[in-house]
């Protein structure tokens, strides 16, 4: 056996395979799709409407995408893929969640911005204090279908201890792993900030203090007397959702939701097109491409 087989045979036997993302997407195939010319001015930028009819996504390319895929695309081709996707079904039960800021840019630095203001925050909460926590600490969300309510996962609360004060909040199994439920919002199907031509799903923090389970610190950050956080995601395929998050009004950066129980599970049924938008998928008729 010359020396190259050999270093290839000791890799597949002793890298574990359950770690090996990057050898489930290279046997997976990654994604191939299109996407229209564009240049940094933004006079440049194609309308949303012509992109879905000239670049349609077929199904069976969008069953490859994973968080990886879109984690490497620019901010140009994140809005444009996302102007492509449908609301899907309103999701239900826990996703893991993975912040993608956009290639290349410093993206991190528009929180501190804009977070610098907003007056009558009322906190000494610093933007890159929350840069860290949603980087490192922030795990995904929990949503509750029937209740039209999400909550967000959050791992460790040391970085917030100063701004929560003392007390226990008390931990929730969420998916086999401890983690708190903080920051709820409503869930409901609305227009997107960025594509109006058809619904997304919008997390809206506008109204926290609303909601059953609401705590005065920390929740307050994401409401109408903080951040003014208003998410809203659309569907991948069944168990996987891109996000984008705006404070103010003003974009942020995206996010992935992924489970992959829902992912599995539906598969079948989204390769043959049967999966259902719960949001107005407006006038324009969605567009893909024939599997």
């Given amino acids: 056996m010359n020396t190259r087989r050999t270093l290839l045979l000791a890799t597949l036997l002793f890298v574990p395979l359950s770690g090996c ?20 001015d933004y006079a440049s930028k194609p ?35 996302y102007a492509r996707l449908g609301s899907g079904p309103i999701p239900d039960g826990p996703f893991d969640g993975e912040i993608v800021f956009p290639r290349g840019s410093s993206g991190k630095l528009r929180a501190a911005e804009i977070i610098g203001g907003l007056k009558g925050l009322g906190v000494n909460f ?16 929990v949503f509750y279908r029937e209740q039209k309510v999400l909550r967000n996962r959050i791992e460790d609360l040391a970085v917030l201890r100063p701004v929560i004060g003392p007390g226990d ?26 594509d109006s031509r058809r619904e997304s799903i919008i997390i809206d923090y506008a109204f926290t203090d609303e909601l059953p389970g609401y705590r005065e610190k920390p929740d ?20 996987l959702y891109l996000g984008r998050a705006y404070m103010d009004h003003a974009f942020i950066l995206n996010f992935v939701l992924y489970s992959k129980a829902l992912d599995q599970a539906g598969r079948a049924e989204f ?15 969605r567009v893909l491409a024939q599997r």
């Fill in 47 to 81: 309308d949303f409407a012509q992109v879905e009819y000239a670049y349609p996504i077929p199904l069976k390319e969008l069953a490859k995408v994973t968080p990886k895929y879109l984690a490497g695309l620019n901010q140009e081709e994140l809005d444009q893929f």
């Fill in 21 to 40: 993302n990057w050898l489930q997407e290279k046997f997976a195939g990654k994604p191939d799709i299109p996407f229209a010319p564009y240049s940094d």
């Fill in 126 to 141: 610093k933007g890159r204090l929350l840069e860290t926590a949603g980087e490192t600490l922030w795990k995904g969300k």
């Fill in 220 to 239: 307050f950050l994401a409401g109408r007397r903080g951040l003014r956080v208003r998410d809203e995601i659309r569907m991948v395929r069944p168990g």
């Fill in 169 to 194: 909040l008390g931990k929730i199994d969420v998916d086999g792993k401890d983690a708190w439920l903080l920051f709820p919002a409503k869930l409901y199907c609305g227009q997107s900030l960025i």
């Fill in 271 to 285: 390769e043959a097109g049967q999966i259902k938008d719960d949001c107005w998928a407006g006038t324009q008729k």
